[in-house]
């Protein structure tokens, strides 16, 4: 079972939600196209064992679009600060994981380590897109104002990948991914809004804290290829393909990703939150 909550900032309030445990913290981040919810079956599979909480960024889910200005690190420490002070790991998925390499600069005595699903990195150079990937660009361009169809294209990019056919996914996990993008679509909150203005990819060497990332083989060529040179650059950093998935596998196996979390954890050796 999990307990909800609200935390009040300026020009905003953060929903977020926790699975208690009996030890440690892990944070878990989501990414620009869902929100706290897609975490759900993760975090249950973590706990009891440690602590998950989940939250949404203001404009995802049940937290509002701000009406001040923010940063999403300072949103995060906040949530953290609820728990305690110790160093927690932070899971992020996509912009998740850029939030999590943000903090790793800003805060690192806030972070335990790292696990970055298929991130994104803020100052990381231009995506180069394939042809396959481009034709998605371009259907959603013109997709202009129709929310529906612009969720619909998304949702197949993201969910069952740009060389897989639409509906690969089905069932409850489609139908979440498209419940939750179709939120922040409605919303329209600025896509940058909230940015803490780093450039973690030129500052890679700093981040000193055990980091596993992973990304899906149905995922963006472009999104696998930077997710593997930012594990060969972070100095404890290592990479693992997730087979059979793209961009969001904690929604259709939640369960792999448990397991990807709870072997990072247990890597830390004999004060672990995971032992082996």
Same mark, same amino acid.
């Not at 932070?90 to 790292?114: E, F, N």
């Not at 803490?196 to 804290?209: C, M, P, T």
């Given at each position: 079972?999990?307990?909800?909550?609200?935390?009040?900032?300026?020009?905003?309030?953060?929903?977020?939600?926790?699975?208690?445990?009996?030890?440690?913290?892990?944070?878990?981040?989501?990414?620009?196209?869902?929100?706290?919810?897609?975490?759900?079956?993760?975090?249950?599979? @973590?706990?009891?064992?440690?602590?998950?909480?989940?939250? /949404? *960024? %203001?404009?995802?889910?049940?937290?509002?679009?701000?009406?001040?200005?923010?940063?999403?690190? /300072?949103?995060?420490?906040?949530?953290?600060?609820?728990?305690?002070?110790?160093?927690?790991?932070?899971?992020?998925?996509?912009?998740?994981?850029?939030?999590?390499? /943000?903090?790793?600069?800003?805060?690192?005595? %806030?972070?335990?380590?790292?696990?970055?699903?298929?991130?994104?990195?803020?100052?990381?150079?231009?995506?180069?897109?394939? =042809?396959?990937?481009?034709?998605?660009?371009?259907?959603?361009?013109?997709?202009?104002? /129709?929310?529906?169809?612009?969720?619909?294209?998304?949702?197949? @990019?993201?969910?069952?990948?740009?060389?897989?056919?639409?509906?690969?996914?089905?069932? =409850?996990?489609?139908?979440?991914?498209?419940?939750?993008?179709?939120?922040?679509?409605?919303?329209?909150?600025?896509?940058?809004?909230?940015?803490?203005?780093?450039?973690?990819?030129? *500052?890679?060497?700093?981040?000193?804290?055990? +980091?596993?990332?992973?990304?899906?083989?149905?995922?963006?060529?472009?999104?696998?290829? *930077?997710?593997?040179?930012? +594990?060969?650059?972070?100095? %404890?950093?290592?990479?693992?393909?997730?087979?059979?998935?793209?961009?969001?596998?904690?929604?259709?196996?939640?369960?792999?990703?448990?397991? @990807?979390?709870?072997?990072?954890?247990?890597?830390?050796?004999?004060?672990?939150?995971?032992?082996?």
């Amino acid at each position: 079972m999990s307990e909800r909550f609200a935390i009040r900032r300026e020009g905003g309030e953060l929903a977020g939600e926790c699975w208690q445990g009996t030890s440690g913290l892990v944070a878990l981040l989501h990414e620009g196209i869902a929100d706290r919810r897609g975490w759900q079956q993760v975090a249950g599979h @973590l706990a009891p064992a440690v602590t998950a909480v989940a939250y /949404d *960024r %203001r404009g995802y889910g049940e937290s509002p679009v701000s009406t001040a200005p923010f940063t999403h690190v /300072d949103d995060l420490v906040a949530v953290l600060d609820r728990y305690g002070t110790e160093p927690a790991w932070l899971v992020g998925a996509s912009a998740g994981g850029l939030l999590a390499l /943000d903090a790793a600069l800003s805060v690192p005595d %806030r972070v335990a380590g790292l696990v970055l699903i298929a991130p994104a990195v803020s100052g990381a150079p231009e995506a180069e897109l394939d =042809q396959v990937t481009k034709r998605f660009e371009t259907l959603i361009d013109a997709a202009g104002g /129709d929310l529906r169809e612009a969720n619909r294209l998304e949702t197949w @990019l993201w969910l069952d990948g740009p060389s897989a056919p639409q509906g690969r996914v089905g069932g =409850q996990a489609r139908a979440l991914a498209l419940n939750m993008n179709a939120i922040i679509l409605g919303n329209g909150a600025p896509e940058h809004s909230g940015s803490a203005g780093l450039r973690a990819w030129d *500052r890679l060497e700093e981040i000193q804290v055990p +980091a596993t990332v992973a990304c899906g083989q149905l995922d963006i060529p472009f999104i696998r290829a *930077r997710s593997k040179e930012l +594990a060969s650059r972070l100095p %404890r950093g290592s990479y693992q393909e997730l087979p059979g998935v793209a961009h969001q596998p904690y929604l259709e196996q939640p369960w792999q990703i448990t397991e @990807l979390i709870r072997a990072a954890l247990a890597e830390t050796g004999p004060n672990g939150l995971y032992r082996t």
